[in-house]
């Protein structure tokens, strides 16, 4: 199982991913320390007005930018790659659907 976060912060966005192992979570004792690794990446460029956080096929979360119009995926492996939308877009949902195809809505 996969949680992840965003935190704002003057410049940049931090995504932090946690990863977790769904059935050991399951069976551990309530008592036990959480487990997982917390990554935080930080994603170049002026504050992007992240809005939406969405896992998507091959393990990656794609992320949309309202203010930079433009779409963020961040592999498993922390490589982002940027997706530029048409100036004053302004991408906001973002979902997959069981094919694996892209919705956004703008």
């Known amino acids: 199982m996969k949680t992840f976060r965003y935190v704002k912060h003057e410049t940049f966005v931090k995504i932090a991913l946690t990863s977790m192992l769904f059935m050991t979570a399951i069976s551990a004792p309530a008592e036990s320390e959480p487990f997982g690794k ?7 460029g002026k504050m992007g ?3 939406e956080i969405s896992s998507g096929p091959g393990n990656s979360l794609w992320i949309t930018q309202q203010k930079n119009s433009r779409l963020v995926k961040l592999s498993s492996e922390g490589k982002m790659e940027f997706y530029p939308l048409p100036a004053g877009s302004g991408p906001h949902g973002l979902k997959f659907d069981r094919l694996g195809r892209m919705w956004v809505t703008l």
């Not at 917390?38 to 170049?44: A, G, K, L, M, N």
């Open 49 to 51: 007005s992240t809005h």
């Open 38 to 44: 917390v990554v935080e990446y930080d994603i170049p």
